[in-house]
Every structure is written in C-alpha cells, then in structure tokens.
C-alpha cells in the first residue's frame, strides 16, 4: 500500500470549512483514497473515499487531484463534534488498512 | 452506529491469563479484520478472516490467535497475556468482495495488570 503523508495537527474555527490535505506520491492506479477519523477512543469512523473523480456524501467532500497524488476532506462547515484524528488511506480494498499517525484536527469555538 | 459490535467493552485481568474477545460483523459481512491499538504503536492491523477462513496476516503474535465461526462472527484469543497486550482492539468488517469499505466496532479496551 502506498504511504500517505498528513500534517500532525490543524486548527479550524466552528463554522469554518476545515480542509485537511494528504499526499500520496507513489499511490497505484487501483488504489483508492479512503478516509477515517477517530474522535477519542472510539472505533475509526468511515467518511468518505475515492478513486480519481471529486466524491460529497453528508459528511464530507473529498477533492483528488488530476495526477492523483494528492488529496483534500472538506469538512464544509466543521462543528465541536469533529474534533478529532483523521486518517488518510490508501488501499485496494477488500485487504488490511494502513494507518498512519493522521491529522489531529482542532475545532475552537 | 456501524453495525459492528464488539463485546466486552472493558476487560481487566493480570498477567499470564487468557482472554476472549468477541465481534460481531454488520448482517452480510464476510470478511473481519482485527487491529490493535496501543499508545506506542497506533493502529496495527492483526489478522484478517473471510467467510471463517484466514485470509491475511499481519504482525499478530503467536500467543494471540483467532477464527471465524459459521455464523460469521469472530473470537480474538490472547494469551500468556504481558503488560505490552494493554489496548484497545478493535474489528471492523466488510462485504468481503473488491472495494468494501471496513466499517469498525466500538472497541474492547484491555487492562493488563
């Protein structure tokens, strides 16, 4: 599995658009972008993933890039609630996720 | 709410015993995928089954081991347990086929004392 690179930590204000980056340089031409978060200790938590083509679903929306090494989540309009550690993954699927140390995304009131 | 159920939630025990831990797969799921996280390694993937037979391993110890029953769901065993095996497990499943997202459970947190 390709590895992915992500800043250790960022700061968003509540109600702004968090959006947080990811590089994957080497990532495969079947190889999908997927994206976790984990708030506390809980079970990392499905957001959202892609292929080649920009994907939104009610969580987030997830801009790749044309040559596809890298990525953006949106967070369109971040609450308290997403507070948390986001993962950038990529992956063939149907196999053992790779998680990196991801993203502690702050959101400040 | 994934649909992936994970019991115990809480375990403690001392050192030397043995523990189970259980998942249940979201209705339909095939494949289940066990991970270990702890404070100094983050999330390792351990072992996974599809539909009861082991299908990849990852750097599971050999003191842990694992199966997949008829009814799908999954039993993580530890044992010898050492102070080191303190963390949380988590399973996630999937449909099995190409391309499913692994949605996880909600965990077992581990105290080894």
């Known amino acids: 599995d390709a590895k992915t690179t992500q800043p250790p930590s960022m700061d968003c204000a509540e109600g702004r658009a968090a959006n947080l980056p990811c590089n994957h340089s080497?990532?495969?031409?079947?190889?999908?972008v997927y994206w976790y978060r984990q708030i506390h200790s809980q079970g990392p938590q499905y957001i959202i993933h892609?292929?080649?083509n920009n994907e939104t679903n009610e969580m987030a929306s997830l801009i790749i890039t044309e040559d596809r090494k890298s990525s953006t989540l949106i967070l369109p309009h971040a609450t308290l609630r997403d507070t948390a550690v986001y993962y950038c993954?990529?992956?063939?699927?149907?196999?053992?996720?790779?998680f990196g140390q991801g993203t502690r995304l702050t959101i400040n009131p | 709410d994934s649909g992936v159920t994970q019991t115990p939630k809480h375990l403690i025990t001392a050192t030397g015993q043995r523990v189970t831990l259980r998942c249940s797969p979201r209705?339909?799921?095939?494949?289940v995928y066990w991970y270990q996280q702890s404070l100094d390694q983050g999330l390792q993937f351990l072992i996974q089954?599809?539909?009861?037979?082991?299908?990849a391993k990852g750097n599971i110890l050999e003191r842990f081991s694992a199966q997949q029953f008829p009814d799908l769901h999954s039993e993580l065993n530890l044992s010898s347990l050492e102070l080191g095996d303190s963390a949380l497990y988590f399973c996630?499943?999937?449909?099995?086929?190409?391309?499913?997202?692994?949605?996880f459970g909600p965990g077992t947190r581990l105290l080894v004392l």
């Open positions: 996630a499943s999937s449909g099995g086929t190409y391309q499913e997202t692994q949605y």
């Open positions: 089954y599809y539909n009861g037979e082991e299908r």
């Open positions: 209705s339909g799921d095939l494949s």
């Open positions: 892609g292929l080649k």
């Open positions: 080497t990532i495969s031409g079947n190889e999908y």
């Open positions: 993954i990529v992956t063939r699927g149907a196999q053992k996720l790779v």
